[in-house]
């Protein structure tokens, strides 16, 4: 396995808000960081409610990861950074349409502030690639 980091921020994602990549990547261990519901063609928020920015996100992630070589079947856990615990159910009835029957681990974390005015909710994961890696 590669020991190299590898980082990216593919076309069709949001940009990044500070200096950092979304995507690092070594070996098939995946890890994409804090996204926010951001729509990569206006860079504005994908709307003002949970279920506009939930969608947009994991919209980004399917981007991302299949920039990657990965999918959302291959996520093993996702953080979610909520400012309304209040926003929980209509997030997780976007999460379970987009994620289908895939359910990683996950931890849901309430929050007082997120860096972007209007945001939500943000998002990040651990994925690995699919892609086999063989044994020795």
């Known amino acids: 396995m590669s020991s190299r980091v590898e980082t990216s921020t593919p076309p069709n994602t949001p940009q990044p808000i500070g200096p950092y990549n979304h995507i690092a990547k070594v070996g098939q261990f995946i890890s994409i960081g804090g996204t926010a519901g ?43 950074f909520l400012k309304d615990m209040q926003d929980f159910e209509r997030m997780n009835q976007v999460y379970v349409e987009k994620m289908g029957d895939h359910r990683p681990a996950r931890t849901v974390i309430g929050v007082n502030e997120l860096p972007k005015p209007g945001v939500l909710l943000t998002m990040n994961l651990t994925a690995i690639t699919k892609e086999l890696v063989s044994s020795r």
């Open 38 to 80: 951001v729509n990569p063609a206006t860079g504005k928020l994908a709307g003002p409610d949970v279920h506009s920015q939930t969608a947009q996100i994991l919209e980004s992630f399917k981007v991302m990861l299949e920039s990657v070589g990965s999918d959302l079947n291959h996520v093993i856990h996702v953080n979610v």
